[in-house]
């Protein structure tokens, strides 16, 4: 079964302090991941997708395949990183290549 | 630009009503999602379609049916609206012939529908 798991639901940090927004996945195939940004009245936007590798707005995210985790880390945030975040898994085929989203992570920072 | 577009973003139904919500993407993409998002529960997928005509159920069809009829839209219809589909629904479009590294979907503004 495939499932995405975001273990906090409300994450408050000090604008910057580091900041890393958990991640846990199962999947029996190869995963390709994703982390998702809805900024408050804005649409659900791509942040960042594992195989690309890249660094996003400075937040980074690494596939540990061992721990099953894709955790989105950033060195030192920002207020306008405040968000909701979600870690999305990409399905297979016979689903469309569908997104499984874990039930996100409300970020807020603070000043 | 990407653009996916929906035909509204707030809606006040009543118990009982037809609702139908439209989605349009310009991009040519051969597949099309609609999703809905509530406060801790992130998003769920309702149906999908990979090519006009074609429709598969997601992960909580029940009470909803879609229509793809052209390539470049996909309409959610909820045939006889409950309060318990109060929810924020999202739409959302990808294509399966870009390269992984470019391949993401792109999601609409969504539409916030209210049924009293």
Known sequence: ?111 | DVKVTQSSRYLVKRTGEKVFLECVQDMDHENMFWYRQDPGLGLRLIYFSYDVKMKEKGDIPEGYSVSREKKERFSLILESASTNQTSMYLCASSSTSLPRWTDTQYFGPGTRLTVL
């Open chain 1, 1 to 111: 079964a495939q499932r995405v798991t975001q273990p906090e639901k409300l994450l408050s940090v000090f604008k910057g302090a580091p900041v890393e927004l958990k991640c846990n996945y199962s999947y029996s195939g190869s995963p390709e991941l994703f982390w998702y940004v809805q900024y408050s009245r804005q649409r659900l936007q791509l942040l960042l997708r594992h195989i690309s590798r890249e660094s996003i707005k400075g937040f980074t995210a690494d596939l540990n395949k061992g721990e099953t985790s894709f955790h989105l880390k950033k060195p030192f945030a920002q207020e306008e990183d405040s968000a909701m975040y979600y870690c999305a898994l990409k399905g297979s085929w016979d689903s469309g290549y569908a997104l499984n989203f874990g039930k996100g992570t409300s970020l807020l920072v603070t000043p």
